[in-house]
């Protein structure tokens, strides 16, 4: 339909441009050592920047109405496809590691950046925005520690308690998130910020998100079965990854418009049961990430920064100053959140630190969740700008405070004495 008034060779430019400024940019910040993502944001927002150029041809064909829904398409299936990655290479035996701090460490980082997320909307916009605010508080929750992970492994500390402790809590921590989601953008279905929660829709609400987690586990268990068979009878097989994305779909499609709940979640879900303790979870796992970063999910990443560069210049002083306590509200909640819990369970003061520091840092879940609730009406697209900000200055304090935390110990370690003191060093 989108073709019989576009012709489809128009669409190849933006997507030519799109890809290669996105792989430019990538690379320019993944070398300073940042996410690729902020690359592919900014790509984004300097592509939008051509919105404000007066020449028609150009405007038609990066912002006409066909292409924008063509690039709406191609960025759900991108977002669809890293959250399936995501739940691929979750391991739930991780969390064996660390047993029940982990558990304290996560449910600390979830509650604490949550109430200062929710309370700093609430201040701004009015506490009787319950549920808007809410899911302002919830984008706080995301958490990414590929930077972190990168870090304590250059030091050598991946394996150290420390490390041990923030990879399981991430898992726990994804996992959490995601519910919460759900459970927000299910009840953005029924209603306004001033959404009744104890009228007969919420608890309808709340008994389709239970059964779409039952019905997707009862499948998903099924579907082990069915795969470690194939993977049996025919190892590193193309039908593999390829059933696997159409369960991925699928899983998606009935979340969304069965149950209510959002498509991620329905993605991301079906990457945990079909991912840890297949065989050919990592064969699965790099073709959905080849195929996803090679087109997909560059789109999905610009197309943020595309969409809305027009409203980047409606940002008004009160939301200027909302944004900027947005932001220390992101930092400061996992940081004294996770920390907190770190110290609970009887970390060090040092430990407890970076354990907060290592769960600080940001990346693509929290625009992930960010566009869901701009989707759904529950948060200003003004607020993109600020996430930008959170992933980048988090991605930059995290590896720089995380090597002075450990190298100022290492300097405080006493020098241990010579075994034979006395004698002459210097004799031959």
């Known amino acids: 339909m989108v073709f019989a008034i576009m012709e489809a060779y128009e669409l190849l430019l933006p997507l030519a441009v799109i890809l290669l400024f996105s792989k430019l940019m990538g690379l320019g910040t993944h070398k300073c050592g940042m996410p690729a993502v902020i690359g592919m944001l900014v790509a984004g927002i300097l592509i939008g920047l051509l919105k404000f150029i007066p020449w028609a041809p150009l405007q038609e064909a990066f912002f006409g109405d066909e292409v924008r829904f063509v690039l709406q398409v191609l960025s759900k299936i991108g977002v669809v496809l890293i959250m399936f990655s995501a739940g691929l290479g979750t391991d739930l035996k991780k969390l064996r590691q660390t047993g029940v701090a982990s558990l304290v460490i996560t449910a600390m980082g979830v509650a604490v950046p949550m109430f200062f997320g929710w309370l700093a909307a609430s201040v701004f916009f009015g506490f009787e925005n319950v549920l808007s605010n809410l899911f302002y508080g919830a984008i706080l929750t995301a958490t990414s520690v590929s930077v972190t992970v ?17 990879i399981a809590a991430a898992v726990i921590d994804d996992v959490i998130g995601i519910i919460i989601l759900s459970v927000l953008t ?6 306004e910020g001033g959404w009744d929660w104890f009228s007969p829709n919420a608890g309808l609400v709340v008994i389709k998100i239970v059964v779409f987690f039952v019905a997707a586990i ?50 991301y879900i079906a990457g945990i049961l079909l991912g840890g ?13 080849t195929m996803g970063y090679l087109i997909f999910s560059p789109i999905f990443f610009a197309n943020i ?18 944004g900027a306590v947005f932001v220390v509200a992101a930092l400061a909640g996992k940081l004294i959140g996770c920390g907190t819990g770190a110290k609970i369970c009887k970390f060090s003061w040092n430990d407890s630190f970076r354990v907060g520091l290592g769960m600080m840092v940001r990346a ?31 991605s930059i304090l995290t590896p720089i405070l995380l090597k002075w935390s450990y190298r100022r110990e290492e300097k405080k370690k006493p020098i241990p004495a010579p ?10």
């Open 364 to 394: 693509e879940v929290v625009l992930i969740c960010t566009d869901k609730g701009v989707q759904n009406g529950l948060v200003e697209p003004g607020i993109y700008p600020f996430i930008i900000l959170i992933i980048l200055i988090s």
């Open 277 to 289: 303790t297949l065989s050919e979870t990592p064969y699965v796992e790099s073709k959905v990430d």
């Open 218 to 267: 009862a499948v998903g268990v099924g579907l082990r079965k069915l795969f470690d068979l194939m993977e049996r009878r025919a190892p590193h097989n193309r039908r593999v990854p390829i059933i696997s994305l159409a369960t991925c779909f699928l899983y998606a499609y009935v979340a969304e418009k069965v149950f209510g709940v959002a498509d991620i979640t329905g993605a």
């Open 419 to 428: 075994e034979h003191w006395g004698e002459d060093f210097d004799a031959r």
């Open 305 to 322: 920064g595309i969409s809305n560069i027009e409203y980047f210049s409606r940002i008004d002083l009160q939301f200027l100053a909302f």
């Open 150 to 166: 990168a870090v304590l492994k250059e030091m050598g500390k991946l394996d150290s308690k420390v490390g041990a402790s923030i």
């Open 186 to 191: 299910g009840f953005s279905s029924g209603g």
